[in-house]
């Protein structure tokens, strides 16, 4: 079974711009999670998305939002970048009958 | 909301030394995982240990749910052990991860 992917893999902006993040979980899992890890603040919560309804949110300000599709795969979005955005955004999926989640390998973001 | 704590942030070892990581949580959990960051920022899954002990090679884990702890052992370490281990837990329905602050492991040849 292939794993979590994310893609792009590395991308540049600049303040001000907007950015979309893609997540395709592993085959069968309905639920996906974002997570933003940064020097500073270590690695948080974003949002959960289980069956393209959002199910849990984090304290993250409403430039950040996402949506899940009906083939599960999802999106995340940052609106008017701050440099404070540059970070590591991973994405995880979790399937039927276990609460494990596996992550991808990660979207580096840097705001310039 | 749920506080996770590692211990050592730091640990440097020689290889073929044994250690031991902590993971203190201040709330009862539904799942609990262990994860080794590799060089390239991806999440490697180690163990998902909401109870019990369970072991894969030279790793095993053992969490004690009543206590509110988790133990990662490293036995024989090798320099590919390096890199930094997160403790994260789930404490309510749903799958939002609260993730330590992580042990980083420098295994010396």
């Known amino acids: 079974k292939a794993g979590v992917t994310q893609t792009p893999r590395y991308l540049i902006k600049t303040r001000g711009q907007q950015v979309t993040l893609s997540c395709s979980p592993i085959?069968?899992?309905?639920?996906v999670s974002w997570y933003q890890q940064t020097p500073g603040q270590g690695l948080q919560f974003l949002f959960e998305?289980?069956?393209?309804?959002?199910?849990n949110k984090g304290n993250f300000p409403g430039r950040f939002s996402g949506r899940q599709f009906s083939n599960s795969r999802s999106e995340m979005n940052v609106s008017t970048l701050e440099l404070g955005d540059s970070a590591l955004y991973l994405c995880?999926?979790?399937?039927?009958?276990?609460?494990?989640?596996?992550f991808g390998p990660g979207t580096r973001l840097t705001v310039t | 909301g749920i506080q996770v704590e590692q211990s050592p942030p730091d640990l440097i070892l020689q290889e073929g030394a044994n250690s031991t990581l902590r993971c203190n949580f201040s709330?009862?959990?539904?799942?609990l995982q262990w994860f080794h960051q590799n060089p390239w920022g991806q999440l490697i899954n180690l163990f998902y240990?909401?109870?019990g002990t369970k072991q894969n090679g030279r790793l095993s884990a053992t969490t004690v749910a009543t206590e509110r702890y988790s133990l990662l052992y490293i036995s024989s370490s090798q320099t590919t052990d390096s890199g930094v281990y997160f403790c994260?837990?789930?404490?309510?329905?749903?799958?939002?991860?609260?993730f330590g602050g992580g042990t980083r492991v420098l295994v010396k040849p």
């Open positions: 995880a999926s979790s399937g039927p009958g276990t609460a494990e989640q596996y």
């Open positions: 085959s069968g899992h309905r639920s």
């Open positions: 998305y289980f069956s393209e309804t959002q199910r």
């Open positions: 709330d009862s959990v539904n799942n």
């Open positions: 240990i909401p109870s």
């Open positions: 994260a837990v789930v404490k309510a329905a749903g799958n939002k991860l609260t």
